[in-house]
């Protein structure tokens, strides 16, 4: 049986080091840094598409009317992922064109990690938002158009704007 001494070693680890020199592929190594307005930057698994999933709704508990918002991340490979940024989202009357007097915004900040986790729904893989104190003519019209805006950033460190737009229809709640 042959040692292998200490310059074997050295050898061999030299000639990995030069092979993985030559290598160009990609570094799938998360770093966590920090880039523009708190932001995390993403690695490979970066979120490039958003959309408010079909199983956002309005539903009513006791007297209150509240909206599920579902928002699905996914990333370049078109898996759903987890993101980290700033979500924002507006509720107007269906016919609007902007939020006006009768619209309402909720601001989410899913930069901090914990809070992240806590709205992220691990059975649907996406993340769950509860909204209440919606518009009283929302009620009485039965519809609303939801905006949600998920800004995240990018590789560079710079920020990525994601949107989408979804009607949302109220429950009829039958008579007692």
């Known amino acids: 049986m042959r040692k292998i001494g200490r310059t074997g070693i050295g050898a061999g ?10 290598y160009q592929g990609v ?8 880039a523009e307005d708190g932001m995390w930057v993403p690695g490979p698994f970066a979120p490039t598409e958003m959309r408010i999933h079909p199983l956002t709704h309005a539903e009513v508990v006791g ?5 599920i918002v579902h928002m699905e991340i996914r990333d370049g490979w078109g898996d759903t992922i987890k993101g980290v940024g700033r979500v924002t989202i507006r509720f107007r009357k269906s016919g609007a064109t902007t939020i006006g ?3 309402v915004k909720w601001d989410i900040d899913l930069r901090d990690l914990a809070t992240n986790v806590s709205y ?12 209440t104190g919606l518009p009283d003519w929302f009620e009485s019209e039965g519809r609303g158009r939801m905006r949600l805006t998920f800004h995240t950033a990018r590789t560079d460190g710079t ?8 009607e949302v229809l109220s429950v009829a709640v039958p008579d007692e």
């Open 159 to 166: 920020i990525k704007t994601l949107q989408d737009d979804f």
């Open 120 to 131: 992220f729904d691990s059975v649907t893989r996406t993340y769950r938002f509860v909204l």
């Open 63 to 67: 007297e209150q009317e509240r909206l």
């Open 13 to 22: 680890l030299l000639g990995l080091l030069a092979l993985s020199g030559c």
């Open 27 to 34: 570094n799938i190594r998360e770093e966590v840094t920090r």
């Open 101 to 103: 007097e009768s619209g």
